[in-house]
């Protein structure tokens, strides 16, 4: 699987069973970003189960662009003094 940052080859760093799948930690070989994965089969949850967790994982995912986005802006006050 290719990073969604840079397009480059990642590897998984953890793999655990869920029980609509399986979640994968990986990481990029090259910028060293990390996300996750989700491999389920399809039928596996119902529809609206799905929606509610891609709603979560979207949620989480915004908080953590944002929680980078501060530190960043902090770092960048200090550098800049």
């Given amino acids: 699987m290719n990073c969604p940052v840079c397009a480059c080859e990642t590897s998984v760093v953890d793999s655990r069973p869920m ?3 399986i979640r ?7 910028c060293t970003n990390k996300f996750s994965t989700v491999e389920m089969r399809v039928g596996a949850i119902p529809s609206e189960e799905f929606a509610r ?3 979560r994982f979207y949620q989480e995912a915004v908080a ?3 929680k980078n986005n501060e530190i960043e802006n902090s770092v960048n006050k200090w550098v800049t003094k």
């Fill in 64 to 66: 953590l662009v944002t």
């Fill in 19 to 21: 029980p609509y799948g």
């Fill in 53 to 55: 967790l891609a709603a």
């Fill in 24 to 30: 994968r930690r990986r990481k990029c070989d090259v």
